[in-house]
């Protein structure tokens, strides 16, 4: 099986719960457990809350693009932003680090990421963007219905 869509939507906190349920409905056909699917909504709030926070400064300006692709069992979820960039991604990435400390943020967002998927990778370069991309095989599958 193999399928494949893409969102765009404004860099505003409203559409983080539009997107997670997006890719949840999306990733359903291959009937995930529950856990699974869970998981997948929690990476997705993540990478997108960092987008609209972090990428854009919480300005309510940029677009913030999600795709995801499914293989076989295979789920690969892509979410970029055009937004500031990470000027250190080992640093960002260490648990407890936050730029927003102000925010009440945890600095917990790519390490959630990384526990709840196979692999991930993050590409930013500083006034450029950033594009997380997250990949997590699921234990089982439904059979395509053709």
């Given at each position: ?122 590409e930013s370069k500083p006034k ?19």
């Open positions: 099986m193999k399928n494949e869509m893409q969102l765009q939507f404004l860099a505003v906190s409203q559409n983080e719960s539009f997107a997670r349920v997006a890719v949840a409905a999306f990733v359903a056909q291959l009937d995930p457990t529950l856990d699974e699917i869970t998981e997948i909504k929690t990476v997705v709030s993540e990478a997108v809350t960092n987008a609209i926070i972090h990428g854009y400064e919480n300005q309510g300006e940029g677009i913030i693009s999600v795709k995801v692709k499914i293989e076989g069992s295979v789920v690969e979820m892509e979410i970029r932003d055009q937004g500031v960039g990470i000027p250190d991604i080992e640093e960002a990435k260490q648990p407890l680090f936050t730029t927003k400390p102000e925010l009440e943020r945890s600095g917990m967002g790519f390490t959630i990421m990384e526990n709840f998927t196979d692999e991930m990778t993050i450029e963007g950033t594009v997380v991309k997250l990949k997590k095989r699921l234990s089982k599958t439904k059979a395509p219905c053709n």
